[in-house]
């Protein structure tokens, strides 16, 4: 006679009810998730991410979708591709593209202009590497100079796997240069880049904002567009998003 099997979860002392529950509601979590991400994600990692089966998470996706449409939102919850992403909603296109287009106008900072002038003669090269030589955090103004075409990824480095940047033909275009090697000679490490920036701004018509010596007040770094901000008090020496 074969013995009874063992509940193994009463002899843990675990309610098997309490295994069935699920740790984050499962709409939600995927709206989070989609929200922060920029890129398209399948079902299978969204399940993974948010602790629910594949299937469930697949009809929660196609129901906050038909939602989204009936409720006339500004965005969309597309399937593209094998990834889910949310995307701004076609009527809105004229609002966007205006949104973005006034963006691009916007003058360069002195904080996106060091930067610039950074990745154009150190090609290709790291965010660590960018901040290492301004002596700030460049992550926001980054993001700005690749939201502009100014810049772009350009692999990784064979070391420490960091992603690598370098300026577009873009860049060269604005600034009136054929190659790369036409721009001026500077110090291996770029001692000081006040020179650079006037001759970046003059050419490529990217008015710089005063230096906190004109203003008079202390400026930190920005997202590279706009007026400058005081710095975070709780994080100092950053160049702020």
């Known amino acids: 006679m074969s013995p009874e099997p063992v509940d193994e979860t009463q002899d843990l002392g675990v309610d098997e009810a309490v295994l069935e529950v699920p740790l984050v509601p499962l709409r939600p979590a995927l709206e989070a998730i989609l929200m922060v991400s920029d890129e398209a994600l399948d079902a299978v990692r969204l399940a993974t991410a948010v602790g629910h089966p594949v299937d469930d998470v697949e009809a929660a996706l196609g129901s906050l979708a038909a939602e989204y449409a009936e409720q006339g939102r500004g965005f969309e919850l597309r399937s593209i591709a094998g990834g889910w992403r949310f995307y701004s909603h076609p009527d809105m296109a004229a609002v966007v593209e205006g949104f973005v287009l006034e963006g691009q106008q916007a003058r360069l900072t002195q904080a996106a202009l060091e930067t610039l002038a950074v990745v154009a003669y150190k090609q290709p090269v790291s965010r660590a590497r960018v901040s290492a030589v301004r002596g700030v955090n460049v992550d926001g103004v980054m993001r700005t100079l690749l939201g502009r075409g100014l810049v772009e990824e350009a692999g990784q480095d064979e070391v420490s796997g960091a992603h690598l940047y370098r300026t577009t033909s873009y860049f060269m275009e ?65 160049d702020p998003a």
């Open 174 to 238: 604005r600034i009136g240069v054929q190659s790369l090697d036409e721009l001026p000679e500077l110090a291996p490490y770029l001692p000081d880049l006040d020179d650079l920036e006037d001759e970046l701004a003059a050419v490529a018509g990217l008015d710089s904002q005063p230096t906190p010596e004109e203003a008079g007040t202390r400026s930190a770094g920005d997202d590279g567009a706009g007026e400058s901000a005081p710095p975070h008090p709780d994080v100092p020496g950053t």
